[in-house]
């Protein structure tokens, strides 16, 4: 077996040497970064989740690789949690606060009491399988209890699954703010189990919820104070362009450790800053997205290749069975579960809740706190580590994979709005209340075929062949052109619609939208009378659009479906103010695919973990209806056909 690579410091005599050391070292990491970036055309080719590939490429570069030999865990947990503190201010800062409102009671349920479900059953199902205690069988469960933002928030938008606003913001603001008690749960128990002392559960579970409100208090005041913080100094300060991301990045760093360092949950508080700073109009926001998407994309790289170098895959084979099955059991049963009981007061449809289990990812985060064991130096931790490692990788290959698959056969992909498009946005200087945008003209889109593009939008430019023309003078807008238009900043995407292409619809969107369209303001007596529905009293004299609205408990979506006796309603279009504009009807309504809806329900999993007890009763019971039904029936006489008559 080749010798693993060392580099330690030298100095005196070995100047040069420690020298030559710095540069491998920095070609080396070069060197996986670029093999990470190449490998997601490779990832988005074959639909492979590229965190996944990203771990793999650490696995495959360390110890048990090609040698390089990491093992600082302190440094590991430092590196990680630094990266991971990027990716979640940018995916706050992506977030619209709409879509955070309507998604914050159900994912604040799913981010506590479904983390300690969770945590629960899979301690319960590590204490009998492996040889762990209690206490580590439960550590080993809050290890991997909370979902991973990073791959959360890369699967739904970087994959390009188009699903409901509500599910979609459900998933990502859990993912963001489910932290706090899985660190918690964990850092307690990593706690008892380093000092021996013997600990009652009421004095445990007393801590856990007093250091979790803590934390979840003192994150969220962080997090609304920095955001302020970084709102008011882009403001105030005249800062130059290029150096407007840097500061922005460096304040929601500061904005992380600050609420760490008082106690409270640093990844919770730089999410919420996020938050905050990319809903308000801050200068130069086209500049920070695009600084922030490459920081992103270096984050996930850096923090996934490291915590891949990190683990020693030679340790894996004697535990990889149980670690296999554990993960399984997380996935299938555990996960499920929670989700199930944490969504009830909700009202998600079923086919909407088997989705939200099966995004559960686990990642980064998880394999940051089983590195928390190996720093306080309890006996297991190497083996919790391990456990937690192979439990990450099946999660990412089993459901990272097969996430667009899933939302498919549930029938919660919605079509396309809006074609393909070519747009720009470009910052002005000196202003927030106004920005420019940048249009391709497209061939079939609307503007191309005459329609006029609305007064509170301000052409000023138009690039035809290579000359540059005023919009007055460039006349109707060619295929080709490209036009500059100043909007309000409070209207950044209501162009689009105009600029658009012609979405394009396959067979399964057409069956999505329905059979034909409606009015939404028609009355939804005439729908009763047509196909004989039964409605409530209160129901009769209201509008198709009210019914729907009603039904679906307010603020209806693109893509909502209400089901009416033997026909589905559907929400073809709505406005930014939830107005409904468009109806489709569905006489055959397509139905998600039932097997998996069943199993990722209480229903379902009960029904499997009950069926050994059970096969015996019911083959009793269908042999008895057998015999009841062959008694009940009689033979009835034989006629010829209507045909052979005549």
């Given at each position: 077996m080749h010798r693993p690579y060392r580099f330690t410091a030298r100095n005196g005599r070995e100047g040069g040497i420690y020298e030559q050391g710095i540069y491998l070292v920095i070609l080396i990491g070069t060197a996986l970064v670029l093999v990470a970036a190449f490998s997601s055309l490779i990832a988005f080719r074959f639909g492979a989740p590229l965190l996944l590939i990203f771990l793999l490429i650490g696995l495959a570069a360390g110890t048990d690789g090609l040698g390089l030999d990491f093992d600082n865990a302190p440094l590991a947990y430092f590196v990680g949690s630094l990266a991971l503190a990027v990716v979640l201010f940018d995916s706050g800062f992506r977030t619209p606060v709409a879509a955070f409102k309507q998604a914050a009671l159900p994912a604040l349920s799913l981010a506590t009491f479904g983390v300690v479900?969770?945590?629960?059953?899979?301690?319960?199902?590590?204490?009998?399988?492996?040889?762990?205690?209690?206490?580590?069988?439960?550590?080993?469960?809050?290890?991997?209890?909370?979902?991973?933002?990073?791959?959360?928030?890369?699967?739904?938008?970087?994959?390009?699954?188009?699903?409901?606003?509500?599910?979609?913001?459900?998933?990502?603001?859990?993912?963001?703010?489910?932290d706090p008690i899985a660190i918690f749960l964990t850092l307690t128990l990593v706690s008892v189990l380093a000092t021996g002392e013997a600990i009652k559960p009421q004095q445990l579970a007393g801590d856990v919820l007093t250091g979790f409100l803590v934390q979840m208090g003192l994150g969220v005041a962080g997090g609304l104070v920095g955001g302020r913080l970084i709102l008011w100094l882009v403001e105030k300060l005249d800062l130059d362009r290029g150096l407007m991301p840097i500061f922005v990045l460096a304040l929601s760093l500061m904005v992380f450790a600050a609420a760490g360092a008082i106690g409270g949950s640093g990844f919770l508080a730089v999410y919420i800053a996020g938050l905050i700073a990319g809903n308000a109009r801050l200068r130069a926001a086209a500049s920070l997205l695009r600084f922030q998407d490459g920081m992103t994309w270096l984050a996930q790289i850096i923090m996934f290749l490291v915590l891949g170098l990190f683990a020693t895959p030679s340790q894996f084979p004697i535990i990889i069975g149980d670690a296999i099955a554990i993960g399984l059991f997380l996935i299938f049963i555990g996960r499920p579960l929670a989700v199930a009981l944490c969504l009830i007061p909700f009202r998600f449809p079923r086919a909407e809740t088997a989705f939200v289990s099966w995004v559960g990812l686990r990642g980064a985060v998880s394999i940051l706190l089983a590195i928390t064991p190996l720093i306080s130096e309890i006996p297991n931790g190497r083996a919790l580590f391990n456990f937690a490692f192979i439990i990450v990788l099946v999660s990412l290959i089993v459901q990272g994979w097969t996430v667009g698959k899933v939302a498919r056969r549930l029938g919660l992909v919605l079509p396309p709005r809006l074609g393909p498009m070519e747009k720009i946005t470009l910052d002005l200087p000196g202003t927030r209340h106004h920005e420019l945008l940048t249009y391709r003209v497209i061939a079939d889109s609307p503007v191309a075929r005459g329609e006029r593009i609305p007064r509170w939008a301000r052409p000023s430019l138009v690039l035809r062949d290579g000359r540059s023309l005023s919009f007055q003078d460039a006349g109707r807008l060619q295929p080709g052109d490209y036009v500059y238009i100043v909007i309000p900043g409070a209207f950044p995407h209501l162009l689009d619609r105009l600029f658009a292409s012609r979405a394009e619809l396959d067979p399964q969107d057409v069956e999505f939208f329905g059979d034909f369209t409606l009015d939404p303001q028609r009355p939804v007596r005439e729908l009763a009378e047509a196909y004989e529905l039964e409605l409530a009293a209160e129901e009769a004299d209201w509008t198709i659009a009210e019914l729907i609205t009603a039904r679906v408990g307010g603020s209806p979506e693109y893509g909502d479906r209400v089901v009416l006796g033997d026909i589905e309603l559907i929400v073809r279009d709505a406005d930014p103010q939830g107005r409904i504009t468009s109806v489709g009807v569905s006489l055959d309504p397509p139905k998600p695919s039932e097997s998996i809806v069943t199993i990722l329900s209480v229903g379902g999993i009960w029904h499997w973990l009950t069926t050994p007890f059970r096969r015996g009763k019911d083959e009793g019971k269908s042999r008895r209806r057998a015999h009841l039904d062959s008694l009940q029936k009689e033979p009835r006489p034989t006629r010829a056909a209507p045909a052979e008559e005549a």
């Open positions: 479900l969770t945590a629960g059953l899979v301690g319960l199902c590590t204490h009998y399988l492996t040889d762990f205690s209690w206490l580590e069988s439960f550590l080993l469960g809050s290890i991997v209890a909370s979902t991973d933002a990073a791959a959360v928030f890369f699967l739904l938008r970087v994959g390009n699954i188009s699903i409901r606003d509500r599910v979609r913001s459900t998933l990502e603001v859990e993912s963001g703010s489910n």
